[in-house]
T-cell receptor
Framework: IAGITQAPTSQILAAGRRMTLRCTQDMRHNAMYWYRQDLGLGLRLIHYSNTAGTTGKGEVPDGYSVSRANTDDFPLTLASAVPSQTSVYFCASSEGSGGGDEQFFGPGTRLTVL | GQNIDQPTEMTATEGAIVQINCTYQTSGFNGLFWYQQHAGEAPTFLSY????GLEEKGRFSSFLSRSKGYSYLLLKELQMKDSASYLC??????????FGAGTTVTVRA
């Protein structure tokens, strides 16, 4: 089934630990995105990639890093987790062609940092 | 950057019509999107507007006025399954989306 997957589904993490959230899409989309969603704040863009080999910073990039070694995968790494990074993380992808280029979202990862 | 405002909550009766307003201030506009998000699930695409006017898609319609920085999503013939959050998102000239905080719609029998 074509789509976008994320792993893990949920995770409880001790502060100071390193964590990588995985995201894979099989739609051959050029663009991929990472968002965090917090109550009352909506979805906020962390990092994005317009095409394999390139990445860019979104609205809230501090404390996060990404890589885009190939078209399908876009992992998000928290180098040293802090409690304020407790959130639901969504990965998304789009064709990146402009126009009515909708973003498709993964099921999300619920992360708790203690 | 973008500043996007939408009401926090709305309640309506099954079979009724609800209009969710969204106002935005943008440094570069390249389209407006509406997404639906059920509790505990991922957002899913509903509609896209880039030109002024109304786009109709079955029971859902979306309107855009670029000069007023205003959009609305109209949900007709409400069903219980329409209870969800509705997210307004503006795309900038770099093709990045900025989302409003979302409007939670509760449909009552």
């Amino acid at each position: 089934i074509a789509g976008i997957t994320q792993a893990p589904t949920s995770q409880i993490l001790a502060a100071g630990r390193r964590m990588t959230l995985r995201c894979t899409q099989d739609m051959r989309h050029n663009a991929m995105y990472w968002y965090r969603q917090d109550l009352g704040l909506g979805l906020r863009l962390i990092h994005y990639s317009n095409t394999a080999g390139t990445t860019g910073k979104g609205e809230v990039p501090d404390g996060y890093s990404v890589s885009r070694a190939n078209t399908d995968d876009f992992p998000l790494t928290l180098a040293s987790a802090v409690p304020s990074q407790t959130s639901v993380y969504f990965c998304a992808s789009s064709e990146g062609s402009g126009g009515g280029d909708e973003q498709f979202f993964g099921p999300g990862t619920r992360l708790t940092v203690l | 950057g973008q500043n996007i405002d939408q009401p926090t909550e709305m309640t309506a009766t099954e079979g009724a019509i609800v209009q969710i307003n969204c106002t935005y201030q943008t440094s570069g506009f390249n389209g407006l999107f509406w997404y639906q998000q059920h509790a505990g699930e991922a957002p899913t695409f509903l509609s896209y507007n880039v030109l002024d006017g109304l786009e109709e898609k079955g029971r859902f319609s979306s309107f855009l006025s670029r000069s007023k920085g205003y959009s609305y999503l109209l949900l007709k013939e409400l069903q219980m399954k329409d209870s969800a959050s509705y997210l307004c998102a503006v795309r900038d000239s770099d093709y990045k989306l900025s989302f409003g905080a979302g409007t939670t719609v509760t449909v009552r029998a």
